[in-house]
């Protein structure tokens, strides 16, 4: 059974390219994931997001397994102020990231945008069907992500706040 | 073009009858799928004849390899990527699921997702 070798990806652009997410995904305003462009943080009680993070589990190197149970989590609790939020998307009903599409503004600090669920410390499952590794590329459907910031977040304004690491699990068989 | 990228642990089915089903050997280079064992045969699973798990009649044998990556959204690189290998069976509401971690500490757990 020769394992398939995966990557976790992050895919942008009108017309969708995949690129290695593991060096790095930055939340921010921009169809990017290295970008630095800075999510305002509230003046007053509400949320705001970042633009969505359109990540995928791809395989790299084809093998002859089958991938199952994708979960996602975090390492560790965000900062107060942060949370991460994620939902199972199809990779082609992918959308590049735009203002257009990131979740509304809310009024109210530590809100959960519509149709997302909020990412814990648990792996939560988001796509549990099972897909042959004998193809490179986007392995199943996208966990779409975006981070929102509310206005209890004590952190100052920068380009490098700490957000958890990110956990990505999955089942090969 | 596949390249084998071998785990800590590989599997070995034995059947009822004694026959061994292993992942690998001179005939499978290249490692046989899991789907290829006859789950009504499976008398044990065994991971690098280390770990041991008993499939009572009637039960589907399990075998995943539950693979983790942690990514570092700030900077560049996988934090950590590790394997926990499992095995064992499943029979209407009643499972075993022996998780063995690429230290070889083990979890033994009726709970699919405990790790």
């Known amino acids: 059974m020769a394992a398939a070798v995966c990557q976790a990806q992050g895919g942008t652009g009108a017309s969708v390219t995949w690129a290695n997410a593991e060096g790095g995904c930055k939340f921010n305003l921009a169809d990017s994931l290295t970008s630095t462009t800075p999510i305002a943080i509230p003046t007053a009680t509400g949320t705001v997001f970042s633009w969505i993070k359109n990540l995928v589990l791809a395989v790299t190197t084809a093998g002859t397994t089958a991938i199952t149970n994708r979960r996602i989590s975090m390492a560790t609790s965000p900062a107060t ?5 994620f939902k199972q998307v199809a ?4 959308a590049q990231a735009a203002t257009g599409n990131r979740p509304a503004s809310s009024g109210s600090n530590g809100a959960v945008p519509s149709t997302y669920t909020e990412m814990t410390t648990t792996p939560a499952l988001y796509d549990n069907t099972s897909v042959a590794t004998s193809s490179t590329g986007p392995n199943g459907d996208m966990a779409v ?3 929102g910031v509310d206005f209890s977040y004590a952190g100052g304004p920068g380009s490098a706040q700490a957000v958890p690491n990110i956990v990505v699990t999955y ?3 | 073009m596949i390249t084998i990228a071998k785990d800590a642990y590989t599997w070995c089915a034995k059947y009822h ?5 292993p992942e690998y050997d001179e005939s499978r280079p290249n490692g046989r799928g ?10 044990t699973l065994e991971l690098s004849s280390a770990h041991k798990v008993a499939v009572p009649h009637g039960a589907t044998p399990v075998f995943f390899r539950r693979r983790r990556m942690e990514l570092n959204p700030s900077n560049d690189n996988v934090v950590s990527s590790t394997t926990t290998h499992c095995i064992g069976w499943k029979k209407g509401e009643n499972a075993c699921y022996l998780f ?4 070889g500490s083990t979890l033994l ?3 699919a997702q405990a790790v």
């Open chain 1, 145 to 147: 992500c975006v981070l």
């Open chain 1, 81 to 85: 102020g942060l949370k991460l939020h």
């Open chain 1, 91 to 94: 990779v082609a009903s992918y």
């Open chain 2, 100 to 103: 063995v971690s690429e230290d």
């Open chain 2, 17 to 21: 009858d004694g026959t061994q089903i």
């Open chain 1, 171 to 173: 089942d090969e068989q």
């Open chain 2, 34 to 43: 899991f789907a290829e064992v006859s789950a009504s045969q499976v008398a």
């Open chain 2, 109 to 111: 757990t009726n709970d």
